[in-house]
């Protein structure tokens, strides 16, 4: 029998780490997958809210939402389909003089 090579050893751990990685990677999306999922949620609630929706109808405006927050969610996507957009560790500090990303406290109607 013959011993392992540093080759050998150090191959078996890049594997171990590339296997790390990748459930890492999974699990972030899947956190991702329910932020987007509970975000759409609550922006379809203040849509509702903010258009005089009477709040016991609520449940049914999930089930078929109007037209108009439809070509909202379509035009302002919350995860991007663009490969080039990539977000920076910088752009989401909100000390040390970085300014926090804008946010909106209303939708913008849609006229």
């Known amino acids: 029998m013959s011993a392992p090579t540093p080759h050998n050893c150090t191959q078996k751990k890049d594997d171990i780490l590339a296997e790390k990685r990748l459930r890492v990677v999974l699990w ?7 932020s987007q999922i509970v975000y759409t949620d609550l922006l ?3 849509f509702f809210i903010q258009h ?3 709040y ?19 035009q302002n996507p919350v995860l991007s389909a663009d490969p080039k957009r990539k977000i920076s560790i910088e ?5 040390n003089g970085c300014k926090p990303a804008k946010s909106a406290n ?4 849609m006229v």
């Open 28 to 34: 972030q999306k899947s956190l991702l997958e329910e």
């Open 44 to 46: 379809s609630e203040l």
């Open 52 to 54: 005089d929706g009477d």
């Open 56 to 74: 016991n109808e609520l449940h049914n405006f999930k089930k078929r939402p109007s037209k108009q927050l439809h070509e909202y969610l379509e």
């Open 91 to 95: 752009s989401s500090k909100h000390q």
């Open 106 to 109: 209303t939708i913008s109607p």
